[in-house]
Nanobody, 125 residues
Framework: QVMLVESGGGLVQAGGSLRLSCAASGRTFGNNAMAWFRQAPGKEREFVSS????????DYADSVKGRFTITRDNAKNTVSLQMTNLRPEETAVYYC??????????????????WGQGTRVTVSS
């Protein structure tokens, strides 16, 4: 059974930092794109960042560029998201995603075949 398990969420003050991690099991994703999405209450799931299989290319939503950094460790089958200077409007459940089909960075949720259960991030003002 393929599983993605996120960790690292929590409560942080505006301007603070958090590091999210996602561990995959049941399958290796070393040849596949991985990504982070988030969903705030009452809103649709939105793209945050993705990374290609070689970790040579990354993509970020405009709103997080310069503040978030995505990395991956294919040997450990993990992907991480370092978030700095967090804003209250970024309060959301953050989801890790992996694609079995695509190796390049992708923004479309439908291109990702596996999803974690999510980890909640709350940014207080």
């Amino acid at each position: 059974q393929v599983m993605l398990v996120e960790s690292g969420g929590g409560l942080v003050q505006a301007g603070g930092s958090l590091r999210l991690s996602c561990a995959a099991s049941g399958r290796t994703f070393g040849n596949n794109a991985m990504a982070w999405f988030r969903q705030a209450p009452g809103k649709e799931r939105e793209f945050v960042s993705s990374i290609n299989w070689r970790a040579s290319t990354t993509d970020y939503a405009d709103s997080v560029k310069g503040r978030f950094t995505i990395t991956r460790d294919n040997a450990k089958n993990t992907v991480s998201l370092q978030m700095t200077n967090l804003r209250p409007e970024e309060t959301a459940v953050y989801y890790c995603a992996a694609s079995v089909r695509y190796g390049t960075t992708e923004r479309e949720p439908l291109r990702y075949s596996h999803w974690g259960q999510g980890t909640r991030v709350t940014v207080s003002s």
